[in-house]
Nanobody
């Protein structure tokens, strides 16, 4: 089992910044990718950014050039630096970790979620 503990959400003004952290604990061997997803009220959960164990990243188009994902392998922790936040970024952000269980098949672990609210 893998536990994901998130921190760093909160309230930001438009144009402001926040930094999210997610630390993985437990049976983390085999986790090959971690990332952030978000879910706004009344909307589907969507990918924000992910990073592989080798450091490869991918981002949703809506956050490119504003958000940066990074990882500290020694601490089993990923970060999401969010700059120039906009009201449409308001959502619950979830940390995700993927374990490869078969060829082209992953098992997903999820954190409990952290609220990010962007408002003046």
């Amino acid at each position: 089992q893998v536990q994901l503990v998130e921190s760093g959400g909160g309230l930001a003004q438009p144009g402001g910044s926040l930094r999210l952290s997610c630390t993985a604990a437990g049976r983390i061997s085999g986790i090959h990718r971690m990332g952030w997803y978000r879910q706004a009220p009344g909307k589907e959960r969507e990918l924000v950014a992910t990073i592989s164990d080798g450091g490869d990243t991918n981002y949703a188009d809506s956050v490119k050039d504003r958000f940066t994902i990074s990882r500290d392998n020694a601490k089993n922790t990923i970060y999401l630096e969010m700059n120039n936040l906009q009201p449409e970024d308001t959502a619950v952000f979830y940390c995700n970790a993927k374990r490869r269980v078969a060829i082209e098949a992953d098992y997903d672990y999820w954190g409990q979620g952290t609220q990010v609210t962007v408002s003046s």
